[in-house]
């Protein structure tokens, strides 16, 4: 009886010990799979335009203190759209898993994407970029534009329990509910691209993505310049903004970004019409070449949200009216805005790196499976793009 | 009394059909006259400005050129009973993408290209329709979700960019040129006033169509076909030929209008000549054209178009947001089918 | 009710034919089950009747009018309308009568449909083609482009509860789909009032002599569709907490694919409700299966096509065939070969049809 016990007593503490030495060996293997990615060096990758994929932005945003009711202020007051430009800043953030700090690699993330376009296929092509080098095992959704889809996406994401989820939100509305679902069921939800309601940010990691209203109001300043310039003296330049899809972030940050902003920067500029015609060429040449016959030699600029299908739209407008005085502006970047500026018809567009978007994303899930402290918010680099430094930007990413 | 009131609504046989038939075509040019003067109505009153000028008008008839084409060709499909051709979108697209993807090839093998996928559309349209008797506008519809999915999947998410596939220069530069070539330039002394491709083909297909329609004994088989279908059958109007040919004819058209989107657009996308469908059953309603057959004429349809050029250019003046003009569109076109659906019933019609 | 055997095929071969649509259900089943990864287990297949609810209940309306022998274009918009008053009003007076609005309006749209219609006679195809056009402009006044979302907590407990799983593979909101599929198929099926829509859209003429209203019938139907459109909106938007300004643009596709591959078909008279359902559950294993093999959406698109393409142009060449042979009576045929055989030849009958 006393053998057996002491037996007993022997193989349970052998066990132990061994236990406790492969307990120790798991945490050896994570703190080296921990070292080997942070000396992942994702600085040196590229995107297709041969622009650096991560630049994280080195300008810090400035953040005023939120007025009381930003809704009651004006519209062409800056502060009226404080909870969508800034929104993530002031996140109360809520029930956020620890990160691991094993490292990436061998992690597996889930992206879910907005729909298909080749602005997305871009996107998607930077985080696989990002997601090859950190050796992460990255799966792609797309819902096509559908909600219903995406809310299923994400149901059927939560059940094959990655280690993160990537996510661009269809709507800013619907996302509240979205990152919800996520972080309840204990996933780090990286939101990225589209800017959501403020309690969305409340749910995830980080929110990253392009600085649409920063970016636009740098852009405005650059038109309003170019406008002065050309009508020297002048006290009233009337404009006109051809708008994004109703309802999404683009559709307030390029519209009403530079319209506030002009209203303290350039007071001479006026606003004289706005009008959402869609993406298509043929409807934005209606809506132009009657703004045309409408204003006349008084429209001065115009403020375009998309400098593709929309820009093709304008200037076609533009060449039946013999116009080739007024400034054009639009949010870039695709092929033919970029054709456009080199043939100095667009004066300026901006830079919206569609390849750093997913990669910044995935390299800010790497940076938390690191171990890194996360800010709430990562911005993509801002670039003006004109005539002059247009090329560096080819061959265009979509 | 009944009898008289079908013999009247036979338009080629009496001469009072043919004065009928005669104010219901100026009608529809009433109407656009009314909308003219309400544009000069809203002028004099400062609500808008510049619209009574010839660049304006040109401009109107400039911007629905891509309609006016695409619904001619659609009307066919609708004189002869067969309601719509809800294919016409991913036609339009597909055809563009085929050209451009040809491009590579050379301009001609490019257009060649686009018109095969066009007329493969159209025949197999005109099979199964015709043929086979589905119903048109459900047939259609499987029909365009068939061919997105066959842009989808043969193209993935890529546009295709007509400079960058083009062979040699040349070729690109004629591919532009489809949405953008001044056939006619400097009317009456302005260098601005110039009629590109788009309307001129769109003048082409109305006369081409009115002529076929009105004096060819196809276009009275079409009218036969679509008024009376039974009636047609025995007096050995070869029915199902008759209504396979109009899907063809609407096919072309649609190729044709895929064509100019794709080079205005100067990309090969699944979207060109998204809402094409909507707006061509639009214009070819308010054109005085029934739904149900053998009741209009192109030069109704052509009126129909101009109608909405007026009125999409009146609300952009007037500065109404662009959404707000799809509910005044529709809010137009429902008026206008009643008000054709009542006079047709007090004919004999029931059905619109 | 079953339906009229138009083929003029084997025993077996009808019985297929007539019961096509189980028979997808169950082979999509077993190839998703049997090769898609992580599909057979009770969450991926919770996730599938979640999905498909909104659109089974929309089907429903949407059914009940094709048999009728119209069409409806305008569900989309009404359940984007419905997502948009049923949220939009909340915040002012609750869901008790945000909801029962949202309903409403959805009926009163399937009212103007209906009557205009019937009434005014213009045919279903026009008048739900301008209702939709007319609803997306009014869409866009309430909601200024912008979408709706709630954030209160009490907004979430009812989202939370309309997607909980209550038994696996049912939350309440796909019970309520479930209910009311039910329910209509046995309205359809076994009352009178029910039979009349097929009897109204099989032949219209008939109809009238035994008695039917049928221009009521088909008012009806139309206010159903618009009911149950409004109904399959607005439960979704609660459980997702919000209504965006296009959420119901992808269903009418959807819906009507479902219907006419379970059976329904635009000349009227045949289909069934459950039908659609079953439709639209086996059409959602496939796409979610194609999610979990991890192929992109245009195989679904594809493929959504071309099975509606392959169904459609299945149900016309069965329709053609048929009509080839009908009126033609092989009785008196077979007499009469049999006698040409004799003596005489066989020129009066191939002198038919």
New interface residues.
């Given amino acids: 009886m006393k053998k057996a016990a002491s037996i007993v007593a022997f193989v349970a503490m052998a066990g132990i010990c061994a236990c406790g030495a492969f307990g120790q060996a798991l945490s050896a293997q994570q703190k080296a799979n921990l070292e080997a990615s942070l000396k992942v060096d994702t600085s040196v990758l590229k995107s297709a335009d041969n622009q650096s994929l991560i630049v994280l932005s080195s300008q810090k945003k400035v953040i005023p203190a939120r007025p009381a009711d930003p809704d009651a202020l004006a519209e062409t007051d800056p502060l009226h759209w404080y909870d969508m430009e800034y929104a993530g800043w002031n996140a109360k953030k809520v029930n956020i898993p620890q990160s691991p700090a094993d490292g990436a690699i061998g992690k597996k993330i889930i992206l879910i994407v907005h729909g298909d376009h080749p602005w997305t296929t871009a996107c998607t092509l930077g985080a696989m970029k990002v997601a090859q080098a950190c050796s992460i095992k990255l799966k792609v959704l797309s819902p096509n534009w559908d909600l219903a889809v995406q809310n299923q996406m994400i149901d059927q994401a939560i059940n094959e329990k990655p280690d993160a989820i990537c996510l661009i939100p269809l709507d800013a509305k619907a996302a509240v509910q979205q990152a919800r679902k996520i972080n309840d069921a204990g996933i780090p939800l990286f939101l990225f691209n589209t800017l959501t309601q403020a309690d969305a940010m409340n749910y995830c990691v980080a929110w990253t993505g392009p600085d649409d209203f920063g970016q636009q109001r740098k852009l405005a300043r650059v038109w309003a310049d170019e406008m002065q310039k050309r009508n020297p003296g002048a006290k009233e330049l009337d404009v006109a903004y051809v708008q994004h899809a109703p309802g999404g972030s683009p559709y307030f940050a390029r519209c009403w970004g530079p319209m506030s902003e002009l209203s303290g920067y350039a007071k001479t500029v006026k606003t004289v019409a706005k009008e959402a015609p869609g993406f298509d060429a043929d409807k934005a040449t209606q809506v132009v070449s009657d703004w045309l016959t409408r204003f006349g030699p008084g429209l001065k600029g115009i403020f375009a949200a998309d400098d593709s299908a929309q820009a093709i739209g304008i200037f076609e407008a533009f060449k039946k009216a013999g116009r080739t005085d007024i400034v054009v502006c639009a949010a870039g970047n695709s092929k033919q805005g970029m054709d456009l500026v080199k043939e100095g018809k667009l004066f300026a567009i901006t830079y919206q790196t569609a390849e750093g978007d997913g990669a910044l994303t995935i390299k800010t899930a790497a940076d938390w499976f690191n171990g890194k402290a996360i800010e709430p918010v990562r911005y993509l680099p801002q670039k003006i793009i004109t005539k002059a430094n247009v090329d560096s930007f080819y061959p265009p990413q979509w | 009394m009944a009898d008289q009131a079908i013999a009247k609504a036979d338009a080629r046989s009496t001469a009072q059909g043919r004065f009928i038939h005669f104010v219901n075509v100026i009608g529809i040019y009433f109407a656009a006259l009314l909308f003219v003067l309400l544009g000069f109505a809203l002028q004099a009153a400062g609500v808008?400005?510049?619209?009574a000028?010839a660049?304006?008008f040109l401009?109107i008839v400039?911007?629905v050129a891509?309609l006016g084409i695409v619904a001619v060709g659609m009307s066919f499909v609708t004189y002869s009973g067969s309601?719509?051709d809800m294919s016409v979108p991913t036609t339009m697209a597909l055809s563009g993408i085929v050209a451009v993807q040809f491009l590579k090839v050379g301009f001609w093998p490019a257009i060649a290209a686009a018109f095969a996928v066009g007329l493969v559309i159209g025949l197999v349209n005109a099979v199964?329709v015709g043929?086979?008797?589905?119903?048109p506008?459900?047939?259609t519809?499987?029909?365009?979700?068939?061919?997105?999915?066959?842009i989808?999947?043969v193209w993935?998410?890529?546009?295709i960019?007509p400079?960058m596939i083009a062979s040699t220069k040349d070729v690109s530069q004629a591919f532009d040129a489809i949405?953008?070539l001044e056939v006619v330039k400097g009317l009456g002394g302005n260098?601005?006033a110039s009629l590109r491709l788009p309307l001129v083909m769109m003048v082409a297909i109305v006369i081409i169509g009115q002529i076929v329609l009105s004096r060819t004994s196809f276009g009275a088989q079409l009218k036969l076909t679509g008024s009376a279908r039974k009636a047609a059958k025995f007096t050995g109007v070869n029915v199902e030929l008759i209504t396979g040919a109009a899907f063809i004819v609407a096919a072309i058209t649609a190729t044709l209008g895929g064509l100019t989107?794709t080079s205005?657009?100067?990309?090969g996308a699944y979207?060109n000549g998204?809402?094409y469908d909507?707006r061509a059953?639009t214009a070819i309603?308010i054109g005085g054209m029934s739904?149900?057959g053998g009741r209009g004429s192109i030069i109704g349809v052509l009126g129909g178009v101009l109608i909405i050029g007026l009125i999409?250019?009146i609300m952009?003046?007037i500065?109404i947001?662009?959404?707000?003009?799809?509910?005044?569109?529709?809010?137009i076109?429902?008026t206008v089918?009643?008000i054709n659906?009542?006079s047709l019933?007090s004919l004999g019609r029931?059905?619109? | 009710m079953t339906t009229h055997k138009k083929l003029d095929r084997s025993g077996a071969l009808s019985w297929v034919d007539h019961n096509r649509i189980y028979l997808i259900f169950v082979v999509a089943l077993l190839v998703m089950t049997a090769f898609a990864p992580k599909f057979f287990n009770v969450f991926n297949l919770t996730t599938i009747s979640k999905t498909a609810a909104m659109n089974a209940c929309v089907a429903i309306g949407f059914t009940i009018v094709m048999i009728c022998g119209h069409l409806d274009l305008s569900i989309g918009t009404v359940i984007t309308l419905a997502g948009v008053v049923g949220l939009g009003l909340k915040k002012y007076v609750g869901y008790e009568i945000s909801v029962p609005l949202a309903l409403c309006s959805g009926a009163l749209v399937g009212l103007v449909n209906g009557l205009l219609v019937t009434k005014v006679k213009i045919s279903s195809f026009i008048v739900t083609l301008g209702t939709m056009t007319i609803l997306q402009g009014l869409i866009y006044q309430i909601t200024g482009g912008n979408s709706i979302a709630l954030s209160t907590p009490d907004a979430f407990s009812v989202a939370d509860f309309l997607g909980h799983r209550l038994i696996p593979l049912v939350t309440p909101r796909v019970l309520i789909t479930l209910v009311l599929v039910l329910l209509f198929q046995f309205l359809l099926s076994s009352t009178r009032w029910g039979r009349n829509f097929y009897m109204v859209g099989g032949n219209k003429s008939t109809a009238w002599l035994g008695g039917i209203e049928a221009d009521r019938q088909i008012v009806v139907a139309f206010v159903l569709s618009g009911l149950l459109a409004a109904t399959g909106g607005v439960f979704f938007a609660m459980e997702s907490s919000a209504a965006t300004r296009n959420m119901g643009d992808n269903s009418l596709m959807y819906v009507l694919s479902a219907t006419i591959i379970g059976g329904t078909a635009m000349s009227g008279g045949k289909g069934g409700v459950f039908r659609s359902f079953v439709a639209i559950l086996a059409l959602e294993i496939i796409y979610d299966g194609i999610i979990l093999f991890g192929l992109g959406n245009e195989v679904k698109i594809f493929l959504a096509g071309f099975i509606l393409a392959v169904v459609v142009l299945y149900e016309a060449y069965a329709s053609y065939r048929h009509d080839r042979v009908v009126g033609q009576r092989s009785e008196l045929l077979a007499e009469l070969s049999a006698a040409g055989r004799g003596n005489r030849s066989t020129d009066a009958a191939s002198s038919r049809g």
């Avoid at chain 2, 808008?48 to 619209?51: K, L």
């Fill in positions: 808008i400005t510049n619209f000028s660049q304006n401009n400039d911007n891509m309601m719509a199964v043929r086979f008797k589905a119903n506008i459900i047939w519809l499987a029909i365009n979700y068939v061919c997105m999915g066959i989808r999947v993935v998410n890529k546009q960019y400079d949405y953008r260098p601005l989107v205005l657009s100067r990309v979207y998204a809402g909507f059953v309603v739904l149900s999409n250019n952009t003046l500065g947001p662009t959404l707000s003009q799809d509910m005044i569109r529709g809010a076109f429902i089918v009643g659906a009542k019933r029931d059905d619109a």
